[in-house]
């Protein structure tokens, strides 16, 4: 019964899934959950950089429109906002 149980796992080489369901501090090398966006406002289709656990309103610069309202964690983009991770 002993046998069929997974003892090992390679503690220095950690699959990639594994890494990504840990707490943030809990990874082998620690890095963070957040990320700053391009988002594309709908209507006239203008990009603002938006953080991805934003916590006030973001509204488009050029029309006024809000992109994104904060929840408790991730900021929420309004329907029809498409975005882009940016890259470090």
């Known amino acids: 019964a002993f046998l069929s149980m997974k003892i090992y796992e390679d503690l220095l080489h950690p699959s990639a899934e594994n890494e990504k369901q840990k707490h943030k501090m809990k990874r082998l090398v620690a890095s963070p959950d957040s ?9 006239c289709f203008q990009i603002t950089t938006v953080f991805s656990h934003a916590q006030t309103v973001v509204v488009c610069a050029s029309c006024a429109q809000v992109l994104c309202q904060p929840t408790g964690g991730r900021a929420r983009l309004t329907e029809g906002c498409s975005f882009r991770r940016k890259q470090d």
């Not at 990320?35 to 209507?43: A, E, L, Q, R, Y």
Request: charged share 20%; hydrophobic share 45%; aromatic share 22%.
């Open 35 to 43: 990320f700053f966006m391009d988002v594309k406002c709908p209507s």
